[in-house]
């Protein structure tokens, strides 16, 4: 008997990036009855459609999330912070309502204090306030901590909240609007060899460090965390280590294998400085460790967008 076997789970996201690799390993771990609410039927903003959405679940996977790289947070944070918000609070409080047996909560490394010491540890969660350019998006994910820890206290609610960190893989969002450093800078890249371009421009000094995990990787954890953790205490989801931009910029040119210049703008902000994750309590927990080194990750991403998504219009 499989943990999963005769419960229904509902992954809001489901069909998104981080979402189709969960589905896909709930599936290898046992889950038959899974549901996936599309945006296009259900706006998570509103408790009704939340109300609808968590009926009769036992296990309710809150991934939904109105996100994108640091242009869109610099761009649109408002809408950030009431989306996210209001989503999280909704789902929660409806998963609560509904008797869901089980809240998995997705926040993000946003929510960490700008200059929180490396590794992030998650008993550092509190000590500052977030690099202001991903703030109103990290703290809006971060009251859903707040809320799990406020309802299990109140009403014995089993809700975890789990933080992920920068995430990359196959299927990853290549939009020039809203996507992350990595397929943005692969996309970069294999346009400017393919059209032989003389330079490619980079945001920031490169002087920023950043810790990525599989996407693969992240969503078997998630996926564990969801069978074995039971408690509010936050849990990072990530690789165990740091690369600085710089080095990930001539990693990814270096296999795309463009020869042309690189131009860094330094009118455009870095970010966070340091960003990388402790992922003792994570594997402590529920025996949680990610296992695709980065070259390899890469490359498949590189080989991901020309393959899938480089003549798409």
Known sequence: MSFWT?????????????????????KAHGATDIAVPRSADYDLRTQGACAEVVKGADIVIHLAANVGGIGYNRDYP???FYDNLLMGVHMIEESRKAEVKKF??????????????????EDDLWNGYPEETNAPYGLAKKMMLVQSTAYRQQYGFNSIFLLPVNLYGPGDNFDDGSSHVIPALIKKFVVAKKQNLPSVTVWGT??????FCYVEDAAEGIVLASEKYDKSDPVNIGAG????IKDLVEKIRSIVGYTGNIIWD??????????MLDTTRAEKEFGYQSTTPFDIGIAKVIEYYINFKLEEK
């Open 6 to 26: 005769g419960k229904k789970v509902v992954v809001t996201g489901g069909a998104g990036f981080l979402g189709s690799h969960i589905v896909s390993k709930l």
């Open 78 to 80: 408002g809408t950030l």
């Open 104 to 121: 998995v909560g997705i926040g993000t490394i946003c929510a960490y204090p700008k200059y929180a010491p490396v590794p992030f540890k």
């Open 206 to 211: 490169g002087s920023a460090t950043r810790e």
């Open 241 to 244: 280590f740091e690369i600085s």
């Open 266 to 275: 330094t009118t455009k902000p870095d970010g966070q400085p340091r960003r």
